[in-house]
């Protein structure tokens, strides 16, 4: 997983994922995309900062979805989904890729 930041995978996950679901108007869909990001995202985690960092970064990313919600009803969707993507890649990158 040496090529593709953490970061970039992390954040992708969370704006892809809300994009997935917004466009296609299917949000077991956009759960996918957010999934998948997030397994290949722990995974590069794991390989570059070990298990402890993946499973706090993991947890990150769950609390950065969750947290999307209650920011959007106060920024608007778009806004709160870069905001959480945004503070998740800088999270990631100082945890993991920054090691690199």
């Known amino acids: 997983m040496a090529g593709v930041p953490t970061a970039v995978v992390a954040a992708s996950g ?3 994922g ?5 466009w296609t108007k299917k949000r077991p869909l956009g759960g ?4 998948a990001a997030g397994a290949v995202a722990v995974k590069g985690w794991q390989e570059k900062a070990g298990g402890k960092a993946a499973a706090v970064l993991g947890g990150a990313y769950v609390a950065a979805f969750a947290g999307s919600h209650p920011l959007a009803k106060k ?9 959480v ?7 990631s990158w100082l945890v ?4 690199v």
Request: proline fraction near 3%; aromatic fraction near 10%; hydrophobic fraction near 60%.
């Open 96 to 99: 993991a890729d920054r090691r």
């Open 18 to 22: 809300y994009a997935v679901a917004r």
């Open 14 to 16: 969370l704006v892809g």
């Open 32 to 35: 996918a995309v957010l999934a």
């Open 85 to 91: 993507a945004g503070g998740m890649a800088l999270v």
């Open 75 to 83: 920024v608007g969707a778009w806004p709160s989904v870069f905001t």
